[in-house]
Nanobody, 126 residues
Framework: QVQLVESGGGLVQAGGSLRLSCAAS????????MGWFRQAPGKEREFVAA????????YYADSVKGRFTISRDNAKNTVYLQMNSLKPEDTAVYYC???????????????????WGQGTQVTISS
């Protein structure tokens, strides 16, 4: 069983930055493919970014490409989402997700992930 705990959310003005963290329990973090998703009020959960188990490959939704960066530190069992040039439309609850997978594919479909954090609120004011 993997437990994920997100942190780092908050309220910032448009154009600002935030760094989200997601800490995973256990000793199997390096076997996990990780992803970030977000859900705004009244909208479906959407893919934001993904990273392979080694950190060697990263993938982004078009809406965040060039502004967000996903990374991981396997020694610290943590995945990060650096968010720059934030926009009001980035306002959402952000979730990290995990699945055991050591291949090179990435997963945009939330149903492909087996473990989820509780989410952290990100609010961008205009």
């Amino acid at each position: 069983q993997v437990q994920l705990v997100e942190s780092g959310g908050g309220l910032v003005q448009a154009g600002g930055s935030l760094r989200l963290s997601c800490a995973a329990s256990g000793r199997t973090f390096s076997r996990l493919a990780m992803g970030w998703f977000r859900q705004a009020p009244g909208k479906e959960r959407e893919f934001v970014a993904a990273i392979t188990w080694s950190g060697g490959s990263t993938y982004y939704a078009d809406s965040v490409k060039g502004r967000f960066t996903i990374s991981r530190d396997n020694a610290k069992n943590t995945v990060y989402l650096q968010m720059n040039s934030l926009k009001p439309e980035d306002t959402a609850v952000y979730y990290c997700a995990a699945r055991y997978y050591r291949g090179s594919d990435y997963f945009e479909d939330a149903a492909k992930y087996d473990y989820w954090g509780q989410g952290t609120q990100v609010t961008i004011s205009s």
